[in-house]
């Protein structure tokens, strides 16, 4: 069916305000990644889950970015108190499983500007 | 830590000229190197990795170790080559992709 779709494509917001970014990743992929891109750069890992439980949060730049996974399927990123360096593309990207082996395949991403 | 680095921002040739987008990493343990590339306007996608050893799109890409290298070639580029390409890097132990910043290839005319 479809791919990794992503929603909303574009969020504004004003600097402060708290955001929700949506992935829904390839049906029956196990494996979800969360990527930040800023401009001009390439994708930066931002967080892992394997069906609900999120393995690796490393790459988190600061406690107010939360990601979930809570039915092993739709994931959401949650950004507090968003801040102008949060400004970037969010990538979401799923993959049948862990090995990496498995490929990823990515979202169109979700385009955030904070003002 | 690993790190990909590609020294280009920017490739640009004519049709029909050979092209080389140049990747660098860095990573203790045995990696595994990807072509990933981003037509205008499409989502990033897989255009190949090292372990499959195959030719995409007329592109191909060899591991070298020693120098810890993972060049994309292809002998004689084509208008539809236009993109982003990012080179990226994963290993036992960790499922994430490592990118590097990318280089955008521009084959005029």
């Known amino acids: 069916g479809a791919g990794v779709s992503q929603s909303p494509r574009y969020k504004v917001a004003k600097r402060g305000q708290d955001v929700a970014l949506r992935c829904d990743p390839i049906?029956?992929?196990?494996?979800l990644f969360w990527y930040q891109q800023a401009l001009g750069q390439g994708p930066e890992f931002l967080t892992y889950?394997?069906?609900?439980?999120?393995?690796?949060k490393s790459g988190l730049p600061s406690d107010r970015f939360f990601a979930e996974r809570p039915e092993g399927s739709v994931s959401t990123l949650k950004i507090q108190r968003t801040q102008q360096e949060d400004s970037a593309v969010y990538l979401c990207?799923?993959?049948?499983?862990?090995?990496?082996?498995?490929?990823?395949?990515f979202g169109p991403g979700t385009r955030l500007t904070v003002t | 830590a690993q790190r990909v680095t590609q020294p280009e921002k920017l490739l640009s040739v004519f049709k029909g000229a050979p092209v080389e987008l140049k990747c660098n990493y860095s990573?203790?343990?045995?990696?595994?190197l990807f072509w990933y590339v981003q037509y205008s306007r499409q989502r990033l996608q897989l255009l190949l990795r090292?372990?499959s050893r195959e030719s995409i799109k007329g592109f191909t890409a060899d591991l070298n170790k020693g120098e810890t290298s993972f060049h994309l070639k292809k002998p004689f580029a084509q208008e539809e080559d236009s993109a982003m390409y990012y080179c990226?890097?994963?290993?036992?132990?960790?499922?994430?992709?490592?990118f590097g910043t990318g280089t955008r290839l521009l084959v005029s005319p």
């Open positions: 990207a799923s993959s049948l499983g862990p090995g990496i082996n498995n490929e990823q395949y």
């Open positions: 049906s029956g992929h196990v494996s």
């Open positions: 889950f394997q069906n609900e439980a999120q393995l690796d």
């Open positions: 990573y203790s343990g045995s990696p595994e």
């Open positions: 090292h372990i």
């Open positions: 990226a890097l994963s290993g036992r132990g960790f499922q994430k992709l490592v």
